[in-house]
């Protein structure tokens, strides 16, 4: 049996609209995943953490409040201080499309806009998890 994709959903800063995260997280977890949710209100460092600690695939990171541009800076850099390599990091949420190769460029995997249909979701993260292959 193939092991399950690991995967810890975030929500970052002072956004507290998490319907959205805990629909995905549920998506995820029905497509066979294990989920971990952070709840409201982390911070990236901490988010980062947890995922090291949970080794963790997949960090799924939702922002709805337009600071992805400082957060995901955050997130990178927490990342490479713990020396990880091999966590894909995606975002989703409200980002403007203008930000979204921006984002790419600085090392998100992959930006799931809020209107991305579940399966399409779910998908995706398989497909980037198969693509990096086994840790």
Known sequence: MAESIRVLMAKVGLDGHDRGVRVVSRCLRDAGMDVIYTGLHRTPEEVVDA???EDVDVLGVSLLSGAHMTAFPRIIKRLEERGVSDIILLGGGVIPD???SE???MGVAEILLQDTPPNVIVDT???LVRERGPR
């Open 103 to 105: 984002l790419k460029k």
């Open 98 to 100: 203008e930000d979204v």
């Open 125 to 127: 993260v398989r497909r």
């Open 51 to 53: 995922a090291v600690q």
